[in-house]
T-cell receptor, first 116, second 113 residues
Framework: DGGITQSPKYLFRKEGQNVTLSCEQNLNHDAMYWYRQDPGQGLRLIYYSQIVNDFQKGDIAEGYSVSREKKESFPLTVTSAQKNPTAFYLC???????????????FGEGSRLTVL | AQSVTQPDIHITVSEGASLELRCNYSYGATPYLFWYVQSPGQGLQLLLKYFSGDTLVQGIKGFEAEFKRSQSSFNLRKPSVHWSDAAEYFCAVGLYNFNKFYFGSGTKLNVKP
């Protein structure tokens, strides 16, 4: 079945450590996204990418980095510069919209990062 | 600035009762509009979407939503709620000229037996 796989589902990190969250999709989607979810704040966009080797900052990119070396993969690194990294992280993908095709987001199951 | 507002943080309804979740957006043109549902600790699942055409759209699990341009609203409805509908619901706006999606802060639905 096609879908988006995020790993790990749970991750614990000590302060000062970088961690990388994996996101893989086999939907052949061009665009991929990373969102951060905190209680009561909805989803906030961290980074997005429309094509391989290109990505753009979202609304809360500080302290995060990404790469897009393959169409299927869009890993997110949470660096030690991120002041409050404990959150639920969601990866999503979509086709690029055209005509009446809305290109809605398809989501992975999420990764919960806890900083100890 | 673009924004999506879901004014109700929590809603509790009895099983079998009707449901309406509110969503208002702020944007200069008609964006793509979506409703997603999220169970605890899970990703988001698309319930329905609107871009153009009939302003009443049908989705999965018996949900529907109505787009009202004059009110910049896209409210989600269900005639009879089931206990399995308890979850968090998110309204979202797609701005394709910028290839971005904006989400409301969510409404948590509790269902009383």
């Amino acid at each position: 079945d096609g879908g988006i796989t995020q790993s790990p589902k749970y991750l614990f990190r000590k302060e000062g450590q970088n961690v990388t969250l994996s996101c893989e999709q086999n939907l052949n989607h061009d665009a991929m996204y990373w969102y951060r979810q905190d209680p009561g704040q909805g989803l906030r966009l961290i980074y997005y990418s429309q094509i391989v080797n290109d990505f753009q900052k979202g609304d809360i990119a500080e302290g995060y980095s990404v790469s897009r070396e393959k169409k299927e993969s869009f890993p997110l690194t949470v660096t030690s510069a991120q002041k409050n990294p404990t959150a639920f992280y969601l990866c999503a993908s979509s086709i690029l919209p055209s005509g009446t095709n809305t290109g809605e987001l398809f989501f992975g199951e999420g990764s919960r990062l806890t900083v100890l | 600035a673009q924004s999506v507002t879901q004014p109700d943080i929590h809603i509790t309804v009895s099983e079998g009762a009707s449901l309406e979740l509110r969503c208002n957006y702020s944007y200069g043109a008609t964006p793509y509009l979506f409703w997603y549902v999220q169970s605890p600790g899970q990703g988001l699942q698309l319930l329905l979407k609107y871009f153009s055409g009939d302003t009443l759209v049908q989705g999965i699990k018996g949900f529907e939503a109505e787009f009202k341009r004059s009110q910049s609203s896209f409210n989600l409805r269900k005639p009879s709620v089931h206990w399995s509908d308890a979850a968090e619901y998110f309204c979202a706006v797609g701005l394709y000229n910028f290839n971005k999606f904006y989400f409301g802060s969510g409404t948590k639905l509790n269902v009383k037996p």
